[in-house]
């Protein structure tokens, strides 16, 4: 679960490139280290709150090396309307927390590798190998809008998605503790 450092692991301008260090060199850092395959359909990402949005923005821009995709209570958002930016001051003022990032600025990423609702529609239209979708979310989190209306968005383009509300969990760690165990025993069979 590496930092995203608030950036939505997008790649900077002028700072880190998250994006490019989740979607490579994590992964070759991995498979040097450990015994692990090289197969897409053994390459899964997942992501919770702001590391879901982030791990279906990769997947999407990296189809070719994510099979599965896992995002507990957090997805992209659409670049266009009301739910462009879900802005929260738990961390003081933007500029300073996000470091520069180009999330602040929807502009900068419309029509790029960091834009999931364009990639998304790109895949089908390269008519490349998509990968699957698994989003789950509280019925009481914040996020809840932005989660329902990309995993639709991508139900309508053709995406295997599965999607589940839990009732009675917020944006949480009691909510994500469960959901990252079930990953493991689903993903990871002994």
Not at 64 to 93: Q, R, T
Not at 109 to 114: M, V
Not at 136 to 155: A, E, H, M, R, S
Not at 167 to 180: A, Q, R, S, T, V
């Amino acid at each position: 679960m590496p930092s995203g450092f608030n950036g939505g692991y997008s790649d900077h301008e002028t700072g880190d490139k998250l994006h490019n260090f989740v979607a490579k060199e994590l992964l070759e850092v991995c498979r040097y280290m450990l015994p692990i395959s090289d197969k897409r359909e053994d390459t899964y990402i997942a992501g919770l709150s702001m590391g879901g949005q982030g791990a279906a923005k990769i997947a999407l821009a990296h189809p070719e090396i994510f099979s599965e995709v896992f995002c507990m209570s957090g997805a992209p958002a659409s670049l266009d309307g009301n739910n462009s930016k879900v802005s929260l001051d738990w961390f003081g003022k933007e500029e300073e927390v996000y470091h520069g990032s180009p999330a602040l600025d929807p502009e900068k990423i419309r029509g790029t590798k960091e834009d999931a609702y364009y990639m998304a529609k790109k895949n089908v239209e390269d008519k490349v190998q998509l990968p699957k979708f698994k989003f789950t979310i509280g019925d009481k989190d914040f996020l809840i809008k932005t989660v329902d209306n990309f995993q639709k968005y991508l139900k309508d383009l053709g995406y295997d998605v599965e999607y589940e509300v839990i009732p009675g969990y917020g944006h949480e760690w009691d909510f994500w503790d469960l959901k990252i165990r079930e990953a493991l025993y689903s993903w990871f069979t002994i």
